[in-house]
């Protein structure tokens, strides 16, 4: 009898146990599940729609996959208001609308060439000058008010190029020949083109904004090395330089659009106007009244 009740006990002992082991791990897991979720929550989070900081990031997303469109609209938002991600966004967009806009210009200018050899094909080259030209506009708008902005609002004696550079070369696209010489391409082919010439123009925007004009290698060993930095100087005269070329768009034989020009040109001279006097300067601000002359006031 003693033995059967002993028998009984042991068991009951074992049993509570291994309910005691059990119940042991399962707190153990739970703990480990709890220090796992606390160390993931601990981590990097995603910004959240519409902040700064996923305006920024989505930026440069955009311009690293080659959609340099929607990096400068991504930008243009993010300086709707003042964050700390302002000045790098204001100096950034002003070069990206710049070589955009000279982009969209010289490619609009070898259709509308490629269109007066072709005089059958006219109306295909017509469609394809009066895209580029609307986006054009849209582009150097963008970049006046970049411009403005930043001559306004960041008076660093330096400027910090906060950006790689875009993929594409300075070079002429091969297929620009075609369009000068009116030759009607593929859509795929075209579109291609275009891109080609949205990304060399924002490679040559890059090399005047820290005054290696002409030298995209030398660009390209800058900021190989790392921190990119041009005098406020520099960076303004190249921003004053591309407000006169791209307000051609505004012209009289082009969109006809005097009062945009005018805006384009008053602030190329007040870019000028905001940093110390060199010749290139002095001769550039000439050129810029020289044709304001000619539009007329309003």
């Known amino acids: 009898m003693n033995g059967g009740a002993n028998f009984g006990l042991r068991r009951a002992w074992l049993r509570t146990e291994a309910e005691t082991r059990m119940r042991l791990q399962a707190l153990l897991l739970a703990v480990g599940v709890a220090v796992l979720l606390t160390a993931c929550s601990s981590g990097p989070t995603t910004p959240d729609p519409g902040t700064p900081a996923f ?3 989505a930026a440069e997303r955009a311009y690293h996959n080659g959609d340099i469109m929607k990096a400068n609209d991504e930008l243009s938002e993010l300086q709707q208001t003042d964050n700390e991600f302002s000045p790098r966004a204001r100096i950034w967009q002003t070069v990206l609308a710049g070589g955009m806009a000279r982009g969209y210009c010289e490619l609009a200018d070898g259709y509308e060439s490629g269109g007066r050899l072709k005089p059958a094909s006219s109306l295909e080259f017509h469609k394809q000058v009066t895209n580029l030209r609307a986006m054009a506009a849209h582009a150097a708008m963008d970049f006046t008010q970049a411009v403005h902005w930043f001559a306004t609002r960041d008076p660093s004696a330096d400027v910090q190029l ?14 620009l020949r075609k369009a000068y010489a009116g030759i009607l391409m593929p859509d795929a082919e075209a579109q291609s083109l275009e891109t080609a010439m949205v990304e060399r123009g924002v490679i040559r925007a890059v090399c005047q904004a820290n005054g290696t004009e002409g030298d995209s290698a030398q660009a390209l060993e800058r900021f190989r090395a790392g921190e990119v ?7 303004l005269y190249a921003a004053a ?21 005018r805006v384009m040109l008053d602030e190329a001279l007040a870019s000028l106007h905001s940093s110390p006097e060199t010749t290139e300067a002095a001769a550039l601000a000439t050129k810029i009244q020289a044709v304001l002359k000619k539009i007329p006031n309003k």
Do not use: E, H, I, M
Request: glycine share 2%; charged share 25%; net charge positive.
């Open 229 to 235: 930095k041009t005098p406020r100087a520099t960076f």
């Open 162 to 175: 906060a950006f790689d550079l875009p993929p594409g070369s300075a070079a002429d696209p091969a297929a």
């Open 241 to 261: 330089k591309t407000l006169f070329d791209v307000s051609d768009v505004f012209s009289a034989n082009k969109l006809d659009q005097p009062q945009r020009r």
């Open 55 to 57: 305006l920024w990031n």
